[in-house]
């Protein structure tokens, strides 16, 4: 049984890295590569994530051939000009101007996939879902154990789940949940990028906490 007890340095170090943690984009990345174990120490951060029913339901593909990382940039690409069109006018124009992702730019590309466990889960049986969960949780471990390293990461959503995990020939039972890049950065940001050029705003506690149901 731990019987570990945090101090109040410590717990002000996480909120310290809760608070720095940034979404990197590929304007950002250094070139020089990550040390083996830098990196191994961010995928051991991803297996120290809670899991439903304890399954550990994630897998990780390093994808290092500039081919493969080439095909990858085109399902972006083809995502990235739907997705624009949806958006007009000033956020039309600032979205055309944003750098969404640092697919070649970044030494390190990750892709994590779910992998479905074959009988009953515990604690899955009513919320499939949350072994998916599971796997942003560890996404989540990685994070933040990169920012405590001084490494960027991102996280690529504009692009077809489908598609890549043809490309790396994942077997029919994989679902990827995240396609990351890491590396070295020029700067991290002192607020998010997003939040920074107003294309939102960060919404007050009071505003998204609720108690006994939505009243």
């Keep these: 049984?731990?019987?570990?007890?945090?101090?109040?340095?410590?717990?002000?170090?996480?909120?310290?890295?809760?608070?720095?943690?940034?979404?990197?984009?590929?304007?950002?990345?250094?070139?020089?590569?990550?040390?083996?174990?830098v990196l191994e120490q961010i995928l051991q951060a991803a297996t120290l994530a809670p899991s439903v029913g304890f399954s550990q339901p994630w897998e990780f593909v390093q994808v290092a051939d500039p081919a493969l990382r080439a095909q990858v940039a085109e399902s972006f690409?083809?995502?990235?000009?739907?997705?624009?069109?949806?958006?007009?006018?000033?956020?039309?124009?600032?979205?055309?101007?944003?750098?969404?992702?640092?697919?070649?730019?970044?030494?390190?590309?990750?892709?994590?996939?779910?992998?479905?466990s074959e009988g009953p889960v515990l604690g899955q049986t009513a919320m499939a879902e949350a072994g998916e969960y599971s796997v942003v949780c560890a996404v989540q471990n990685m994070w933040l154990m990169a920012r405590a390293l001084n490494v960027g990461m991102g996280?690529?959503?504009?692009?077809?789940?489908?598609?890549v995990a043809e490309i790396l020939q994942a077997p029919a039972d994989r679902k990827l949940v995240a396609y990351l890049c890491l590396g070295y950065v020029h700067r991290f940001d002192d607020r998010p990028e997003l939040e920074r050029l107003e294309w939102e705003q960060r919404r007050a506690l009071a505003t998204v906490c609720h108690t006994d149901g939505y009243r």
């Excluded at 007890?5 to 304007?27: P, Y």
């Excluded at 949806?86 to 070649?104: D, M, N, Q, T, V």
């Excluded at 996280?155 to 598609?163: F, G, H, Q, Y």
Aim: with cysteine; glycine share 4%.
């Design 1 to 37: 049984m731990s019987e570990r007890c945090f101090s109040t340095d410590d717990q002000q170090l996480l909120t310290d890295i809760l608070r720095h943690r940034r979404d990197v984009r590929g304007n950002n990345f250094r070139p020089e590569p990550i040390p083996e174990p």
């Design 77 to 116: 690409d083809a995502a990235n000009r739907e997705a624009r069109e949806r958006f007009s006018g000033e956020r039309g124009e600032l979205y055309a101007r944003l750098k969404l992702e640092g697919i070649h730019e970044a030494p390190v590309n990750l892709a994590v996939f779910y992998r479905a």
């Design 155 to 163: 996280w690529v959503s504009i692009l077809d789940p489908r598609r």
